[in-house]
């Protein structure tokens, strides 16, 4: 029997938040991320989830940042409805020195966002986290330079992670994340040529440099089996 394809209801759109928690007090650091690694392993249990990381700069500052993702608002707001969630939203606001900013992400239909390789060795990894701020004229020759970059990228060995997500309240501002199984595998995707091609052909596309809101991080979703350098700096940048 033909389909109606009028009548399809169209599914949710999925939910993105990338979360900057700025400066921990340092008294409090142990039972904040002990909060935060609680509440992502039950996370990642819930139906709806479709990831969730808790990233520290690689300065070894004390600001860490977070990425949840879920199949749609509806699943998200159930997550906040948990014990674990509020159990945790506790413990962070004793231990946050200032207020937390946070970006609210929708995926690009001409790049879907894929599924995250969980890592073998978490501790050895490096994720990078970007910020883009397009000039309007140049969003399309953006999204069409990414979309081969993330192409290839995916299928770089040692890649974990390539989406590129665009802001919900504005069509020029974009975050990609990235996932590698180690540094050096990391070092020699840089020295692409593809890489290089996208350096050279995109400048002149950015309101502000991209590396000024470009961050390597490490995974700390997880507790490790050694303890986590407990640096007292304060990660002060946020997004812009």
């Known amino acids: 029997m033909p389909t109606d394809l009028t009548t399809v209801a169209e599914k949710p759109a999925s939910f993105q938040e990338l979360g900057f928690f700025g400066p ?3 008294d409090k650091w142990t039972d904040f991320l002990n909060a935060v690694q609680q509440n992502i392993y039950q996370s990642r249990k819930e139906a709806g989830n479709i990831s969730f990381s808790l990233y520290l700069p690689e300065n070894g500052h004390l600001g860490p940042i977070w990425f949840e993702r879920f199949e749609n608002k509806a699943a998200h707001n159930h997550h906040k409805g948990q014990s674990y969630f509020k159990e945790a939203i506790k413990v962070i606001q004793e231990s946050l020195e200032g207020a937390p900013k946070s970006i609210t992400l929708q995926e690009i239909k001409e ?3 894929a599924i995250p390789i969980t890592a073998d060795e978490p501790e050895r990894t490096r994720h990078i986290i970007v910020l883009f701020h397009l ?3 140049k ?3 953006f ?3 990414m979309a081969e970059v993330a192409r290839r990228s995916r299928n770089f060995p040692g890649n974990l992670e390539f989406n ?3 802001y919900e309240d504005d069509p020029n501002k974009f975050v990609v994340m990235e996932g590698w199984a180690s540094i050096a595998e990391h070092e020699v995707q840089l020295q692409q040529d593809y890489i290089k091609t996208l350096r050279a052909k ?3 596309f950015f309101v502000s440099d991209p590396m000024d809101s470009r961050w390597p991080v490490r995974d700390i979703s997880v507790k490790m089996s050694t303890p986590l ?3 007292r700096g304060a990660y002060s940048k946020g997004p812009k």
């Open 164 to 166: 590129i997500y665009q």
């Open 229 to 231: 350098e407990q640096d």
């Open 24 to 26: 921990i007090k340092a």
């Open 139 to 141: 969003r399309k020759l």
């Open 135 to 137: 000039r309007p004229e």
């Open 111 to 113: 790049i879907p966002a």
């Open 202 to 204: 995109t400048q002149g």
């Open 143 to 145: 999204v069409e330079s």
